[in-house]
């Protein structure tokens, strides 16, 4: 990887006039914009079908793309949809995802272009090429015809074919769109890197048809779950709730579970973020029914599984998000695997001048971030900054000014950040709009008021292009 830059924006945050984010022009404006700033990378979050809380990070299917996705004057413009039907799907603000809408129009909007689309050849060899993605459709359709109860209490086991062809076609449509998105990052040399979630939800495809690869009951119940102990996030531990996966199962067939996720990720991204990075050295495994203190850390697959995911993907498509409680095991694995690592700003002044977070610790194979998709913006961290570390903040990044909520108090973190050794920078979109923490992507341990988040076109146009273009140059990125 060359010594670049980039910005972090999930897709459902994108512009867009119709109640989220999509592989629509709003996709296409931002990717122009990357270029005219002189950025060269994309960083999106998991594009699957999230789950009732609107968490990509425990989806109904690894193998999935999210239908709310989907673009809908592409749909007109092929003759899917009428004027009226495209009209009635304006959203009522610009600002945050209109989910509750969403989820009681949006399907029932698409299932009228499903009857008038007719090129159906290309829906069964979409299908053909990606069986766990036809095993996903059809466990949407048992959903639907069960009422939407959890898999283990499915009465009805046959899909109906009707509605396996509707989420088939929903399928199909996200991934030409997505493709399309792409080829025109690719066109401008913009290099789009995506998220794999190391977990998928309980109760989802990936449980349903492959429920060897997990820790289950004879119910196919989880026997222990995922999630973290106490750490800078939340004093309780965060409790995930995701089943965990019988590694030593999984290493017979060579990891295959997982290769065919590398596969899938390889045909939609030019990399990927692997999350929670830490588990594969060693998870934190909770017994059902026990609170997330009261978990215990066990060995991880290790080299086994990255040597499995190198093969299929490539050496060079992987970034390691080491973050959290970090041991030595961890940091070997990371080191053995050569992935670059993750360096965060919100974690480089918490007192410790050896931190690695710090911007003249970092080494040339890390990524460094201001903030995550789960941190405060950065304007938001620095208003809740004890006043002695913001203090240090600026006199580290050279501004000395008594007023610290200026543009040059800002200008001088931006120039610290682009100087770093990391030859990736990765800033949230948020951060180049200086935004305070009410336009934050997720809050760690908060069920509800996530994902919601979306810049306007008018925000998108307000951002300086020359500034960062000018930062991309002097820095050589």
């Not at 897709?11 to 002189?38: E, M, N, R, T």
């Amino acid at each position: 990887m060359q010594r670049s830059s980039g910005v972090l924006l999930p897709v459902f945050s994108l512009p867009s006039d119709y109640g989220i984010g999509s592989f629509g022009q709003g996709a296409f404006a931002f990717l122009d914009f990357l270029k005219s700033a002189g950025f060269s990378v994309w960083q999106t979050l998991p594009l699957c079908l999230p789950d009732e809380f609107h968490s990509p990070y425990k989806s109904f299917g690894a193998f999935s793309l999210n239908p709310y996705f989907i673009d809908l004057p592409t749909l007109r413009e092929g003759g899917l949809l009428t004027a009226g039907e495209l009209e009635s799907a304006k959203q009522k603000t610009p600002y945050a995802c209109e989910y509750e809408r969403l989820e009681r129009e949006r399907l029932p909007l698409l299932r009228k272009a499903a009857e008038h689309f007719d090129d159906w050849e290309k829906v069964t060899a979409f299908l053909d090429l990606h069986p766990e993605t036809a095993d996903f459709c059809r466990f949407m359709a048992l959903k639907e015809q069960n009422g939407g109860v959890p898999f283990w209490d499915f009465q009805e086991k046959t899909p109906d074919s009707e509605l396996v062809r509707f989420w088939a076609f929903l399928q199909y449509q996200c991934y030409s769109q997505w493709q399309t998105v792409k080829k025109h990052a690719e066109d401008l040399g913009i290099s789009v890197i995506g998220d794999m979630p190391i977990y998928v939800a309980e109760d989802s495809a990936d449980v349903y048809d492959y429920p060897e690869n997990f820790e289950l009951d004879k119910r196919y119940r989880p026997t222990a779950v995922a999630g973290v102990p106490p750490d800078y996030f939340s004093a309780e531990g965060q409790l995930w709730g995701n089943p965990l996966y019988d590694f030593s199962r999984m290493k017979k067939d060579g990891f295959a579970f997982w290769r065919r996720r590398a596969a899938f990720a390889k045909e939609l991204f030019d990399g990927v973020r692997l999350d929670h990075f830490r588990a594969f050295a060693s998870y934190y495994r909770i017994e059902a029914g026990k609170s997330a203190k009261e978990g215990k850390f066990k060995k991880g697959p290790g080299m086994a599984l990255i040597r499995a995911l190198t093969e299929t993907a490539g050496e060079d498509f992987f970034i390691a998000e080491d973050l959290g409680d970090i041991t030595e095991d961890v940091v070997a694995l990371v080191k053995s695997s050569g992935f670059p690592s993750m360096r965060v700003l919100q974690f480089a002044f918490l007192g410790d001048p050896k931190s690695v977070h710090l911007p003249h610790n970092c080494g040339e194979n890390t990524v460094y971030y201001t903030g995550t998709h789960d941190n405060n913006t950065l304007l938001g961290y620095v208003f809740e900054m004890p006043e002695a570390e913001r203090r240090h903040l600026f006199a580290y990044c050279g501004f000395e000014g008594a007023d610290w909520n200026t543009d040059a108090a800002y200008n001088a973190v931006f120039r610290t950040v682009f100087a770093t050794n990391s030859k990736l920078l990765l800033l949230p979109i948020q951060d180049l709009l200086l935004y305070g923490n009410d336009t934050r992507i997720n809050v760690p341990g908060r069920a509800t008021g996530n994902w919601e988040y979306r810049v306007t076109k008018e925000q998108l146009k307000a951002i300086s292009a020359e500034k960062f273009l000018t930062l991309n140059r002097r820095y050589g990125r």
